[in-house]
Each structure stands twice: as structure tokens, then as C-alpha cells.
């Protein structure tokens, strides 16, 4: 197993940057990639980027490249997400995953474990 915890989450307006981050723990040894979706009310939990712990490959969603940032520290066990240049269409519930296979990296089904989301606002 492995736990997944988020932080980092807050209210910002238009145009500024927020950092999640995302601390894992247990079979860590197991991870093959940890990723970030996100999930705004009534629409279906979308992927934004994602990470191979091994090497640091990265993957993003066409609406986040260019101003998002995945990166991880292995010695820390933890993934980050640095948002620039917010928009209010960045507003939902960020939620963090980890998977120990390859596969189609932007689909939840992928992803085994799951922390329990972090509110991310971007007002006007």
C-alpha cells in the first residue's frame, strides 16, 4: 500500500501561483509514476501532469503546459506541482496518484492510490 497525502491548496487570484505538494509513504519502493488530477464541480476528474519516479519523465494536459510544473525529490518521497499564471478555469479539487505500472499515463484508471485532495481557487 501507499498513502498519499496533499498540501498546498489555498485561494489566489487570477494570474498567481500556488505549490502542492504530495508526501508519500508505505511500499514507496513500488511507485513506477505519481501523477495530479484535478476535479471541478459536476465535471469528471481530469489528468494535469505526471511523473516517472524513476528518471523524472514528465507528461502535461495541453491547458496546463507552460504554466504548471510537476518535479519530485525522491529522497523526500514527495511530488510538487507549481501552478503559474492561474486562471479561474484552474479551479477544482487537486488530487494527487500513484501507480506502480506503465500505461496511458492520463487515465485515472491507471493510478492505483489516491490522497484525499486539496482545494485549489482562482478568483477573478
Known amino acids: 500500500q501507499v498513502q498519499l497525502v496533499e498540501s498546498g491548496g489555498g485561494l489566489v487570484q487570477a494570474g498567481g501561483s500556488l505549490r502542492l505538494s504530495c508526501a508519500a509513504s508505505g511500499r514507496t519502493f513500488s511507485i513506477y509514476a505519481l501523477g495530479w488530477f484535478r476535479q471541478a464541480p459536476g465535471k469528471e476528474r481530469e489528468f494535469v501532469a505526471d511523473i516517472r519516479w524513476s528518471g523524472g519523465r514528465t507528461y502535461y494536459a495541453d491547458s496546463v503546459k507552460g504554466r504548471f510544473t510537476i518535479s519530485r525529490d525522491n529522497a523526500k518521497n514527495t511530488v510538487y506541482l507549481q501552478m503559474n499564471s492561474l486562471k479561474p478555469e484552474d479551479t477544482a479539487i487537486y488530487y494527487c496518484?500513484?501507480?506502480?505500472?506503465?500505461?496511458?499515463?492520463?487515465?485515472?484508471?491507471?493510478?492505483?492510490?489516491w490522497g484525499q485532495g486539496t482545494q485549489v481557487t482562482v478568483s477573478s
Open positions: 496518484a500513484a501507480t506502480d505500472k506503465s500505461g496511458n499515463y492520463y487515465k485515472a484508471s491507471l493510478y492505483a492510490y
